[in-house]
């Protein structure tokens, strides 16, 4: 999925070390893994303005691959202003397509985002275990609704 083989290779703006999944952004780590049918990407480090859209493009080409999507925002350190604004594109863009997710914040995102309306939009876990636990139960729902 996310392998590359050259040393530090560089695929559309991204860089990954040999023989890992990691890919390096910019001060930003992403690393994505499946986790039975829903995949996790692990963000690290800082998403700002050099790497915001690199950020997007990462996360927005697993929104079809699953049916499920955690992202993993736990331990990163800041997110710049536009940050909000991307996470509220990829609700919608997973809203559209059927993808359910969750995002797992850390302190930092936590505040961000209950500092207004975002809070109340996105689809917020405190723990990966607690953002499966989410996405099992917005598939059952749409199970029993259809």
Same mark, same amino acid.
């Given at each position: ?53 690199? &950020? =997007?493009?990462?996360?927005?080409? &697993? ?14 350190? &800041? ?39 975002? =809070? ?27």
């Amino acid at each position: 999925m996310i392998a590359h083989s050259s040393p530090r290779a560089a695929i559309g703006g991204f860089t990954s070390d040999p023989g890992s999944s990691i890919v390096h952004c910019n001060g930003a780590q992403m690393r994505a893994h499946r986790r039975d049918e829903i995949i996790v990407v692990k963000v690290t480090g800082d998403i700002d303005a050099t790497n915001i859209d690199r &950020f =997007y493009d990462y996360i927005s080409r &697993f929104l079809r691959e699953a049916p499920g999507l955690v992202l993993d925002l736990g331990d990163v350190d &800041f997110l710049c202003a536009r940050g909000i604004s991307v996470l509220l594109r990829l609700d919608t863009e997973c809203r559209s397509v059927g993808t359910h997710w969750a995002i797992v914040c850390g302190a930092f995102i936590s505040r961000l985002v209950r500092l207004g309306e975002p =809070y109340d939009t996105l689809p917020i876990a405190a723990s990966e275990h607690q953002a499966l636990r989410a996405i099992a139960e917005q598939r059952h729902a749409r199970l029993v609704a259809s």
